[in-house]
C-alpha cells in the first residue's frame, strides 16, 4: 500500500499564465491535498507557441521529460482523438498509462480579461480544474452527480454533465461551483491510500529559469 506522501512537478507549458500566479495554483494545490502532496516544485517547459495540442501526446512528452506526479498547464487547446467534435477538444485529462495531469487554460478565460477581478477568476478556474486533474492523477474519480463539500461548495472531482451546457455554461456551473476542499468522500479514500495526516510540512520549490 502506498502510504506517505508524495511530490507534485507543476509545468508551465507556455507563459501565459504569470510566474506569481503559477505560484499561487501551487500553493491552492498544496492546501487541497494537505497529507497526500508535501512538495510541489514549478518548472517551465519550452514549446513552440500552437493552438492546440495533442493532450496524450503531451502527458507522453511531460512524463518522459519530468516523470513522477506531474501536472502540465498549457494555454493552447488539448485535443483528444475523439470522433465527437464537442468532446475532442477539453478542459483538462489524465493519461491512465502514467502520472502525468494536463489542464488548457484556453477555455477558462472570462469574456473580458482587463480587470484583477477577471484575472483571479480566471487564476481560480484554473486552479479548479487542476485540483480535479490532480485528484485523478491521485485515484479518486468523477462525482457524476454535483456533490457538495464541507465547505458547501461542490468538491473538486464533480463532473456534472458536459452537453447540457456547452462550455461557457459548464465553466460558469461546474468549474465555478467547485470549492478548494474535498468531500468527504474523497477525503476518505485519500486518507486510506495515502494516510492523510492534514499535519505534514510543505514545500514549494522553484524550479523555474527566467
Ligand atoms: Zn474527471
Ligand atoms: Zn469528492
Do not use: W
Amino acid at each position: 500500500m502506498l502510504k506517505g506522501v508524495s511530490k507534485l512537478n507543476i509545468v508551465r507549458i507556455g507563459s501565459y499564465i504569470t510566474y506569481s500566479s503559477l505560484k499561487q495554483i501551487g500553493a491552492g494545490i498544496l492546501e487541497s491535498f494537505r497529507g497526500v502532496i508535501d512538495e510541489v516544485e514549478l518548472s517551465h517547459h519550452d514549446s513552440p507557441v500552437v493552438e492546440s495540442i495533442d493532450a496524450l501526446l503531451l502527458t507522453m512528452i511531460l512524463d518522459q521529460e519530468y516523470g513522477g506526479h506531474t501536472l502540465g498547464i498549457t494555454d493552447a487547446d488539448l485535443k483528444t482523438e475523439d470522433d465527437d467534435e464537442f468532446y475532442n477538444s477539453i478542459l483538462g485529462g489524465k493519461n491512465p498509462k502514467n502520472d502525468v495531469a494536463v489542464v488548457s487554460t484556453n477555455k477558462l478565460t472570462p469574456l473580458n480579461l482587463n480587470t484583477d477581478t477577471e484575472y483571479e477568476l480566471f487564476i481560480d478556474r484554473t486552479l479548479k480544474v487542476s485540483l480535479h486533474e490532480v485528484g485523478h492523477n491521485f485515484g479518486l474519480t468523477d462525482h457524476a452527480s454535483y456533490q457538495p463539500a464541507g465547505d458547501g461548495l461542490l468538491c473538486p472531482m464533480s463532473r456534472g454533465e458536459f452537453n447540457k451546457f456547452g462550455y461557457r455554461g459548464y465553466v460558469k456551473v461546474i468549474v465555478d461551483g467547485r470549492g478548494a476542499t474535498f468531500c468527504d468522500e474523497c477525503i476518505e479514500f485519500l486518507v486510506n491510500i495515502y494516510g492523510h495526516s492534514g499535519s505534514s510540512r510543505q514545500i514549494l520549490k522553484d524550479a523555474l529559469v527566467g
